[in-house]
């Protein structure tokens, strides 16, 4: 049975979607090398099918190798995650998120940086009245 594709991943999951991600397509051989204190060949395969059934992943059959793919853009994953995040760690507050990661002592931003989140807040004020 399929479970949504907002559920949410294990640590080795993520370094699984993250490795597909950047590569764009990947095979159980490829993941392993990619990912630090790999587990053994079968478990990344019975992860990355767990990652299928999840609806993170599909495959394409390359002779007798699987290649997975990612279902859902980077992009979209990114929000899913960010949603979730929110809700879970600064009761559904963006502010209380932005506020924290601002008050991170290694939250060095550039003006070019401060430029556009001064230009997302000001759209955010113009949709808001």
Known sequence: MSRPAGEELSRRERQ???VVYRLGRATAA???Q???DPPSY???RAILRIL???GHLKHEQDG???VFLP???RERARRSALRQLVQTFFEGSTAQAVAALLGE???KLSDEEIGRLAILIAQARKEDR
């Open 105 to 107: 002592p290694d939250a």
């Open 42 to 44: 079968s478990a990344v």
């Open 30 to 32: 490829d993941v392993q």
């Open 71 to 73: 279902k859902v853009s």
């Open 34 to 36: 990619a990912i630090p």
């Open 64 to 66: 007798p190798r699987y």
């Open 16 to 18: 699984m979607m993250d």
């Open 52 to 54: 299928e059934e999840k």
